[in-house]
């Protein structure tokens, strides 16, 4: 995605070569990078670069220069050259260079950088991002396979972005002919400028959008109102056939309003809270039309750009812009944001952890206008380049998003999309495991995370004592820790119901009990039985997460065997009582046999209704509870 439209903010420097002609160059370069030309400016500092000359300065702007231009591989290249220098540079390029690595495969490096990022600047909101979501991939990965996705058929060799669907015709932005031999092209990417066109949604056929909202410069990212009679879009701030400038004489973008009136757009002008000094961008309306959310790098903003709203009025004037805040907001670049009547939230961010580029995030709006529960929309939409400009319809779950990923017809394309599976609410489950009495870390701990009986997950705690595991919203879950000479702890634990983290610390007693041959499992390792339903010999649900403790006890302790006594309640006869004990003890073998023990580490009997732990014996009045407790498996040490 090309930042003309992503709102940079770059900061210059000024540096010095030894040759004259070559800082006569430089200047040159300068000139052309400080007023945003980077393709021209690249162009002279590479033949500079090429005759062996090093400079910290231009390689970051070498690298920015390929980098506002999402041109990953270029930017990757120059920012390994900076960091090949070994000198002190700030922070942001530790983060630039990690999304340059990314979005080029290499993944494990990038983490590394952000893990550096991270340490050197804990206040920037990015880093605490990563840091609350060190699994960030993990979540990705369980939000991806959710799309059927193809090319929206209206794409050209150049850049075509940002839609928007009304009336069953699909507007856009791009740069492909327009039809005259006076095309001009942007000196910072490269391109021709961006004008809108329209489509049907079902027919490959593309117009451009013959009004007077188009001009000579960028016009994008079109919002329509529900009955078609307003529009706010994006342009370069041109009006009149004047440009208008900032302090610097840069050129910058508006969001602009137009109304229909006899078929013919009209009162083509930008919207008040707008500014020659700053830009504005890619608006959306919420689905009462009562609110406008744009990108914005207006005074206040957090990032390069960030996320606002601002209400619109009965007469259609404006409120005061509100910064959306730091729950969606970083100091990178947030953008193209899309508003749906479900209260969600869909924008593009380099911030937020992601793949590298622009990656989509979704968010849930609170009435009060904060946002929470912001996730990555996972690997179908998104990839290591720029994924931005979502929307989607709701009800049928069809949209459309723009991209730059390898695979397109131009710079940026269109891709149109089938929501087949809604997007799971995730959380990340994280904890330490120390020593209940002294509170030491204990590293190496196996941590195992169970949905009922079943293991979902096993991980070993890291050398500080942490683990981690990504789960559902609002589910609830078994967490076992366990330590060579320490007691094995389980504990159950609550999600929470939106996204985010759930702390759960785990501290282990010290192992001090010592068993004998003749001891049942419950003198040291709390299992002394198993419990059966009436007249049944199959394993219950809770029966099992017990045999999955005792699966645990056996495999630490390789050298014990167990037998396995069965039990009846006294009703039913004797002989029947005996049978079906008999078959409870063959159950619980086969249960362990089937998970791993050796059955020659196993022994068991049926012992029917002649060892009752209670009075219940035949013809005394009992409670089911108290029946309950005679039909059982106990569990007697016969080796070590």
Not at 223 to 249: H, I, L, Q, S
């Amino acid at each position: 995605m090309k930042n003309y439209i992503l709102l940079c903010l770059i900061i210059v420097n000024v540096f010095s070569f030894d040759s004259y002609a070559q800082q006569s160059k430089i200047n040159a370069a300068d000139k052309k990078y400080d007023s945003y030309a980077y393709v021209d400016a690249i162009k002279t500092y590479e033949k500079v670069a090429s005759k062996g000359y090093k400079s910290e300065d231009m390689f970051k702007k070498l690298g920015n220069a390929y980098y506002f231009n999402s041109n990953f591989e270029g930017a990757a290249k120059w920012y390994g050259e900076l960091f090949a220098m070994n000198t002190a540079v700030e922070p942001e390029y530790y983060y630039r260079y990690a999304q340059s690595l990314k979005s080029i495969g290499e993944a494990d490096k990038a983490n590394r950088l952000l893990g550096e990022f991270n340490a050197k600047n804990k206040t920037d909101n990015r880093a605490k991002l990563y840091e609350q979501n060190v699994n960030y991939l993990d979540q990705i990965k369980a939000n991806s396979g959710r799309y059927n996705i193809e090319n929206a058929g209206i794409n050209s060799k150049y850049s075509d972005y940002g839609t928007f669907v009304h009336d069953n015709k699909i507007y856009f932005a791009s740069a492909r002919d327009t039809g005259n031999f006076s095309q001009r092209k942007h000196k910072w990417t490269g391109e021709y400028f961006t004008n809108l066109y329209v489509a049907d949604v079902d027919s490959a056929k593309v117009k451009k959008f013959k009004t007077d909202l188009n001009t000579k410069f960028h016009e994008a990212s079109p919002a329509f109102t529900k009955d078609g009679k307003t529009v706010y879009f994006t342009r370069n701030n041109y009006a009149d056939g004047k440009k208008g400038k900032n302090g610097e004489k840069i050129t910058l973008i508006k969001i602009y309003k137009a109304t229909l009136e006899n078929e013919k757009w009209t009162n083509i002008t930008p919207v008040s809270f707008s500014s020659d000094n700053y830009s504005t961008a890619h608006p959306a309306l919420n689905p009462d039309e009562k609110t406008l959310y744009f990108a914005s790098d207006m005074p206040g903003t957090l990032g390069q750009s960030d996320l606002y709203k601002v209400s619109i009025n009965s007469d259609g004037s404006f409120g005061n812009p509100e910064n959306m805040g730091k729950t969606i907001n970083t100091e990178g670049k947030e953008t193209f944001p899309y508003v749906t009547d479900e209260n969600e939230i869909y924008f593009a961010s380099d911030g937020h952890p992601g793949l590298g580029g622009l990656d989509v995030f979704a968010g849930k709006l609170g009435s009060n206008g904060t946002v929470s529960d912001i996730q990555n929309l996972g690997a179908d939409i998104n990839s290591p380049k720029d994924d931005f400009a979502y929307v989607i319809d709701p009800e049928t779950r069809k949209g459309y998003f723009s991209s730059n990923k390898d695979g397109g017809e131009g710079s940026d394309d269109i891709y149109k999309f089938l929501e087949t599976k809604k997007l799971r609410c995730i959380q990340e489950l994280t904890g330490t495991i120390t020593d209940a009495k002294t509170g030491i870390v204990l590293p190496e701990s196996k941590v195992s995370l169970y949905d009922n009986q079943t293991v979902l997950n096993t991980t070993i705690a890291d050398v500080s004592g942490n683990y981690s595991f990504p789960v559902d919203c609002g589910k609830t879950y078994n967490v076992r820790a366990e330590k060579e000479e320490y007691e094995t702890k389980e504990v159950s634990i609550t999600i929470g119901k939106v996204s985010g983290k759930t702390n759960l610390p785990i501290a282990l007693d010290k192992s001090t009990c010592r068993v004998t041959i003749g001891d049942d499992l419950g003198t040291c390792f709390g299992i002394k039985m198993i419990y059966f339903d009436l007249d049944k010999s199959n394993i219950r649900i809770e029966a099992a997460i017990d045999l999955e403790k005792i699966l645990v006890v056996l495999n630490e302790n390789p050298g014990m065997k167990l037998d396995i006594r069965s039990h009846t309640d006294s009703r039913a006869t004797f002989k029947y009582n005996e049978a079906l004990s008999d078959r409870r003890a063959k159950s619980t073998i086969q249960w362990l046999i089937k998970n791993g023990v050796d059955k020659g580490r196993l022994t068991g009997k049926g012992y029917g209704e002649t060892q009752l732990v209670n009075k219940c014996a035949d013809n005394v009045p009992c409670t089911e509870a108290e029946h309950q407790e005679n039909r059982r498996s106990e569990f007697i040490i016969t080796a070590l």
